[in-house]
């Protein structure tokens, strides 16, 4: 078996890997010293997905690294990617239980959404998904990448899609300026996240049918998108002090 070589155009990916993965560990941090602080379900659900993404990205940093020094795209690079991705699936678990619980809705479906998360986490390991290996090595195999990444991408799509719905209906009736703008916040939040993973879609599309080697335009496009998430998340579910006294300022309120 073959292994690709590793690009000096990938390094940004790998530097923002690192920045990222510093910034997610303060926020699930400050998202477990909340729970702490409130002793309440909601913060230690944002807490594991917070900490389910952060590992993700950890994971990815080690693959990378692997490919950096060896100069390949090896095994620890492979098993990166099917692992990342499973931690994503159990940030979207957990990121629906929030949302459930928060607007005590859906919870009827959550040993659906945990059933389908376990089916997809164990199609993600399967080996007919080549994760890292060469397309010379695999052609004329079985390829199941892109429904792979289709399934997955489809899980969030309609987790993303139920939050954000739930936060356009609360918000209409919201007077509280401060939980509107949270609301609002968290909204585009979750189109954020839609739109990183639109642009894997498109990543893995390139992949399949135009024989890319990976990390295509579409891979920058979606972290621009996974940065504006992880702000954007932070500033709606934190609530920061400063983001706070702006909120009051702009509507006059005193209190």
């Known amino acids: 078996m073959t292994y ?12 923002y890997y ?11 941090i400050k998202m477990y010293y909340k729970w702490r602080e409130r002793q309440v379900p909601p913060p230690l659900y944002l807490t594991l997905v917070f900490s389910f993404l952060t590992t993700a990205l950890i994971v990815l940093s080690i693959g990378l690294a692997e490919a950096i020094i ?28 929030f949302a459930s619980y928060m607007t005590n809705k859906g919870r009827r479906a959550f040993p659906i959404i945990t059933l389908v998360g376990i089916v997809i986490i164990i199609i993600l390991f399967l080996p007919w998904n080549w994760w890292g290996v060469p397309q010379v090595d695999y052609e004329g195999e079985l390829s199941i990448r892109l429904y792979t990444t289709g ?13 954000a719905l739930i936060c356009q209906k609360i918000k209409r009736n919201v007077d509280d300026k401060i939980m509107y703008t949270g609301l609002k916040l968290l909204f585009y939040s979750m189109i954020s ?17 135009f024989n890319h080697p990976g990390y295509s335009e579409f891979t920058y496009i979606a972290w621009i998108f996974g940065s504006i998430f992880i702000i954007l998340s932070y500033l709606s579910l934190i609530m920061p002090e ?3 006294n ?3 300022k702009k509507y006059g309120i005193s209190k």
């Open 4 to 15: 690709s070589p590793f690009e000096l155009r990938v390094l940004p990916i790998f530097i």
């Open 18 to 28: 690192i920045f990222v993965s510093i910034f997610a560990v303060v926020v699930s």
């Open 70 to 97: 060896t100069g390949f795209y090896k095994e620890i690079y492979r098993i990166s990617l099917p692992l990342a991705y499973s931690m994503v699936v159990c940030a979207d678990i957990f990121l629906f239980i």
């Open 151 to 163: 399934g997955l991408v489809l899980f969030s799509f309609l987790i993303y899609s139920y939050i």
């Open 193 to 209: 996240l839609i739109l990183l993973f639109l642009m894997f879609v498109m990543d893995t599309l390139m992949i399949t049918f």
């Open 242 to 244: 400063w983001l706070v």
């Open 246 to 248: 702006r909120i009051k």
